[in-house]
């Protein structure tokens, strides 16, 4: 099987990979692409391509649609940056609540004055801040790195709220119990010194942080956005900073509005920009890509539902890409049945538009069948896994 890396990927990823695999710099022959970064919005799909596997959280830069309605799997690596993450949110916590970064520069620009050890005395307090010990922090989403903002804020000695109409059972479990779950966002933005947001971009949630949630807030809130950058409304924000209602911004998204705001922090998206989570990123995106490839399973698709059969023990595994509609079970099944397959296993799958149908058979399918397969209305790709 043929992969392509679209971006440089961590070698602790790749030297997962058998003898099975052959990396080609040509993408178009890929079965499955490798990318961190890179844009593929202008790429034409390669024909062979069936999956992608994104060594991040985000999928801004994968077209999910174009690549489901041609039956590829786009998967991203969810949790395996999270403590990178984490840790610069705390910086972020600390950077805004003391103004170390003013008292650096303030040394910076007096390093040549020989009395700059008396001159600390006095200048030091334009740079004094609070602690953040017994303040309130509020958690917009609880996933894998929201989650764990809010166990290290509660075990620094914060007061934390949080804030998931979606979250997972595993998430839960996660929590440490100091961490007040709530039910309405607004007891955040009423409640909270400090709210910092861990949720995905969609039409949702882009610019939650806007004009009217601002109002909300209380004076002197402290905001902070390691997410998605497009969460927060710019102008608003600039807005309340240069009122005073936001104390300080702290954004790892800096464009030209944001690098240029008043009492803001910005920094070079930094959030995963470590070793370890590039190292975590890729082993999870490698794993998650050769068990599609090798046995069909989806596990963490942001495009297609999840689906785990394990290693088949079959003669052929056969894996069915098709629209979520009645009747395509029956239609699956018929004309297996008509060519004398016997099926000993099967699971389907659906997320919204789009099922999965992943089948075990006691023989493998000839040409002819696999053709009728694909030949059912709705149904985008059919692949012989084994």
């Given at each position: 099987m043929k992969l392509h890396c679209l971006n440089p990927i961590s070698k602790y990823g790749t030297a997962l990979l058998t003898?099975?695999?052959e990396m080609t710099d040509n993408g178009k022959e890929a079965e499955g692409i490798l990318v961190r970064s890179a844009s593929m919005h202008e790429m034409e799909l390669p024909e062979k391509l069936l999956a992608v596997a994104r060594a991040g959280a985000g999928v801004n830069?994968?077209?999910?649609?174009?690549?489901a309605e041609a039956g590829v799997v786009v998967f991203n690596t969810p949790g395996a940056n999270a403590n990178g993450v984490k840790e610069l949110v705390i910086a972020g916590l600390?950077?805004?609540?003391?103004?170390?970064v003013g008292g650096i520069k303030w040394c910076e620009a007096n390093h040549e004055d020989a009395n700059i050890a008396k001159a600390v005395e006095k200048s030091k307090k334009a740079f004094a801040g609070c602690e953040i010990k017994g303040k309130k922090l509020g958690v917009i989403g609880l996933g894998a790195i929201g989650a764990e903002v809010a166990n290290a804020a509660a075990a620094l000695g914060m007061e934390v709220y949080g804030y998931d109409p979606f979250i997972s059972v595993h998430a839960a479990w996660m929590l440490s119990r100091d961490v007040k779950h709530i039910t309405s966002v607004d007891t955040i933005y009423q409640e909270c010194d400090y709210?910092?947001?861990?949720?995905?971009?969609?039409d949702s949630t882009k610019k939650m942080i806007n004009k009217d949630t601002?109002?909300?807030?209380?004076?002197?809130?402290?905001?902070?956005n390691f997410a998605r950058?497009?969460?927060?409304?710019?102008?608003?924000?600039?807005?309340?900073?240069?009122?005073?209602?936001?104390?300080?911004?702290?954004?790892?998204?800096?464009?030209?509005?944001?690098?240029?705001?008043?009492?803001?922090?910005?920094?070079?998206?930094?959030?995963?920009?470590?070793?370890?989570?590039?190292?975590n990123c890729a082993v999870m995106a490698v794993k998650e890509l050769m068990d599609y490839l090798e046995n069909g399973n989806i596990k963490n698709s942001?495009?297609?539902?999840?689906c785990d059969m394990g290693v088949c023990r079959t003669a052929s595994r056969v894996a069915v890409m098709h629209r979520n509609i009645p009747n395509m079970i029956g239609q699956i099944t018929g004309i297996l049945a008509e060519q004398n397959v016997n099926i000993s296993d099967m699971t389907n799958k659906s997320r919204d538009k789009y099922a999965y149908t992943l089948l075990d058979l006691e023989s493998a399918p000839?040409?002819?069948?696999?053709?009728?397969?694909?030949?059912?209305?709705?149904?985008l790709r059919v692949r012989v896994v084994k």
């Open positions: 003898e099975q695999y830069n994968i077209p999910l649609d174009a690549c600390l950077l805004a609540s003391r103004d170390i709210i910092t947001v861990h949720v995905p971009l969609m601002i109002a909300a807030m209380k004076d002197g809130v402290v905001v902070l950058d497009l969460l927060v409304d710019d102008d608003a924000m600039a807005e309340a900073l240069e009122a005073g209602k936001v104390k300080r911004y702290v954004t790892d998204f800096p464009n030209p509005k944001s690098a240029n705001m008043k009492n803001t922090i910005a920094i070079p998206h930094l959030g995963a920009s470590t070793e370890e989570s590039e190292d942001v495009n297609y539902p999840a000839e040409a002819m069948t696999v053709q009728k397969l694909n030949a059912i209305e709705g149904v």
